[in-house]
């Protein structure tokens, strides 16, 4: 396999056309090796527009879902963000590429281990892994500017509305299956959120996401 071709391909072919059009977010999908992210089974398949199994009955998006969240929530490179759900490790590059820091949260071990390892092989420092249920919010380090969750939840849990600063984004995929929006949520007041449906697409749901608290939008 020609993998920079198979990049250029994947980036022409599967995100482009997803309406991803923000130059500098896919000079980061050339910059942030995918392949080096996949699982070593499944490296033939970085570049498929499929989600790749991780184990423990996770996946990673497929590539035009990280290219369209990475440019929805327009990090900045002066700005902070959270993820939940760290899976191989590659959003959370994706992430830190283009801002200042990154936490992402894993609550599973192995997953945790596997997205250290390969964020440390791809010269990736400024991401830090912790290990924890995240699916209610994450404390630490907060108020962030951006929050990435990276699985589904039937509804939003009102801590993560918190969690972000004034002018802080979150990208959330939200519904029941086999219907779900992704939402971006901008926190424009203490008090206030506009909330945008920015794409329809159908993803598992974070591991242990039962709600505690609803919020309505």
């Keep these: 396999m020609n993998i920079e071709q198979a990049r250029f391909n994947m980036i022409e072919q599967q995100i482009r056309p997803w309406n ?10 050339v910059v942030v090796k995918r392949e080096q992210f996949v699982p070593a089974a499944a490296r033939a398949l970085a570049f498929v527009d499929t989600e790749i199994p991780l184990g423990g009955g996770q996946f990673m998006f497929t590539p035009k879902l990280e290219a369209r969240i990475l440019q929805e929530v327009q990090l900045k490179k002066h700005e902070t963000a959270l993820e939940i759900g760290a899976g191989s490790g590659y959003m959370a590059a ?11 949260v894993e609550i599973v071990p ?5 997205a250290e390892t390969n ?3 791809a010269g990736v420092s400024n991401v830090t892994v912790e290990l924890g249920n995240g699916a209610r919010g994450w404390d630490q380090g907060a108020p962030y ?20 600063k004034v002018g ?3 990208a959330a995929i939200i519904g029941q299956a086999p219907v779900m929006s992704c939402n971006i949520i901008t926190r424009v007041s203490e008090t ?4 945008v449906k920015v794409f329809e697409t159908n993803v598992n749901y974070l591991a242990d996401t039962e709600v505690l608290s609803h919020f309505t939008f």
């Design 168 to 170: 802080g984004r979150i």
């Design 145 to 164: 500017d951006v929050i990435v969750i990276s699985g589904a939840l039937e509804v939003l849990p009102e801590a993560f509305l918190k969690q972000i």
């Design 110 to 114: 192995a997953l945790k281990t596997m």
């Design 94 to 104: 994706l992430l830190a590429h283009r801002g200042r820091s990154v936490t992402t």
């Design 119 to 121: 964020l440390a092989n």
């Design 192 to 195: 206030g959120y506009d909330t």
């Design 20 to 29: 991803v059009l923000d130059q500098d977010v896919l000079d980061t999908l």
